[in-house]
Every structure is written in structure tokens, then in C-alpha cells.
């Protein structure tokens, strides 16, 4: 690889470190990014504002579907959200290819994603270890966003950890209704046009987000997941 092709790699990092953190920063309240990041001095994590929120009970619906010529059964419960419960992070991020994750997570080459998304930022979130120390040396998530173009409103992220749940920019209460995969258990919930679905799968802790996806599509996202 000649120095000028390493360089231009190292600048395109660079520029997408600071688009996340501008986005994250600007569309927060617009749910359309998890991540917002505060001074060193805050905790990690502090509930900024309280909206509102409450459930609404939504018939279950069970699926069978075939994977592998097995038949995987789906029992989907949704739970529909009228509000969400804003909060703030004390977190940073460092930008990685998906070329450089660990061979235990190369699950996500295979994951089904809409034809029309495209992988648009692949980072790590660190958190401290101790609120006394500036440090940011506890690798909490992987992120991966997937973009359509210009269109905002169709979007995914996917977040997952080895250590706990996955950090975001909102809190949801535990929900009522809970749905499963095979026998997966997960928590899904409907905001507007905004899935959120929770779940811990092959010792990782699971959180991903979708914006403008069909029922449909959701449950072809989480079968391709948990297999």
C-alpha cells in the first residue's frame, strides 16, 4: 500500500470520527443518532430530560418461518411508545474498518440488510472506568450504522457489547411484552416509524434501532442475527 493511499485512509477516518460526533450532536433529539457526548466531569451516565412515556398492548402474532432448512417459530409483541425518556453520555469513539473485528464477530458479513442501505460508519464506543480519571479505556460497544443515501428517515444502527447493555441517547423502560425468536427473548419496541429491538444472543448484548423498516424487514434483520 503506497504512503499516499495510507494517508488518504487515515484522513477519511479522521473525517468520519468528526461527522459522527457533529451528527450525533445536531439530530440527537431527533432520535436518529444513539450517541451524544458531554464534558469529563459528568458522570456516565446522566438523564438530562424526562418526556414521558407509556406503552400500549398490541396483539401478539406468532410466524413460522424456514432458515436452514429448520423452522424457526416467532412470537412478536410490540410494544407501541407515545414518548421517550432523553439522556446524556460520557463516552468517546474511535472510528475502525469492518475489515479489522474480531473473527468472533463476523456474523455481521452476514447479517440481512435492505439492498438499499449501505454501511456508513463502523465505530467503537469507550467509556471510563473511573468518573475521577479522563481516561476512555473500556471498549463498551461496537457500532454500525447503515445509511440510504441522502434519505435520513431509512436507517439502521446496530449496537452490541460484551460487558453490558448497549449505551444510547434515550431510556425505555422495561417493556410489558416480550417477543422471541426460536427461544431467544427479546424486547421490541415501536416509536413513530423507529423499532427498537433489545436482546442478549451468544454471550452479546444486543441493541438496534431501525427508522422507516417494515415489520417484515425487522424480523428478517433479528432472523439473520439469531440463528
Partial sequence: MSLKTEMDKE????????????????VSSMKKKRYIFVPTFALAIVVVAIIGYNFIKTPSKTIIISEDDKNIEITLNINEMKELATTSLDA???????EELPEKFSFMNDINIPEDLKLDNCYNIYTRNSIEEPVYDVLHDYVFDYHTGDNIMRNITIAFSEIDKPLRDYYIDNQELKSKIGNVELEISQYKNMYIATFSYNNLNFDIETNGFTEDELVELLVSIIK
Avoid: L, Q
Fill in 11 to 26: 484522513f477519511d477516518r479522521e473525517k468520519n470520527y468528526h461527522s459522527i460526533i457533529s451528527k450525533i450532536e445536531r
Fill in 92 to 98: 468517546d469513539i474511535k472510528m475502525i474498518e469492518i
